[in-house]
């Protein structure tokens, strides 16, 4: 069964860091767009940075030169490293994947986290 597994959220206080970590687990043959997204209470759930399989990233203005993403095709994997984190950071934080190719060459589409919160606070 080919689904996301994130981790590496918690409370922070203001200016700190946190990286968050999202793995493809099951057999995989190849993944194409790798994204983050974030759903603070009361808000709709907003785009924070995406890696595509061609390269390139693009970043929500709110983080930019403060978040990073990497992905590492061949631990199946997507980061997001946060620096000087802010209140307006906190959230629940979801990984997502537009379509995985597994070994048995079955495609799926749009794969979703459970989602991790990151609390940023003094």
């Known amino acids: 069964q080919v689904r996301l597994v994130e981790s590496g959220g918690g409370l922070v206080q203001p200016g700190e860091s946190l990286r968050l970590s999202c793995t493809v687990s099951?057999?995989?043959?190849?993944?194409?767009?790798m994204a983050w997204y974030r759903q603070a209470p009361g808000k709709e759930r907003e785009l924070v940075a995406e890696?595509?399989?061609?390269?390139?990233?693009t970043f929500a203005d709110s983080v930019k030169g403060r978040f990073s993403i990497s992905r590492d095709d061949y631990r199946s994997s997507v980061y997001l490293q946060m620096n000087s984190l802010k209140n307006e950071d906190t959230a629940v934080y979801y990984c997502?994947?537009?379509?995985?190719?597994?070994?048995?060459?079955?495609?799926?589409?749009?794969?979703w986290g459970q989602g991790t919160q990151v609390t940023v606070s003094s």
């Open positions: 099951g057999r995989i043959f190849s993944i194409n767009d």
């Open positions: 997502n994947v537009d379509k995985v190719i597994t070994a048995g060459r079955q495609a799926i589409f749009d794969l």
């Open positions: 890696i595509p399989r061609a390269g390139g990233t």
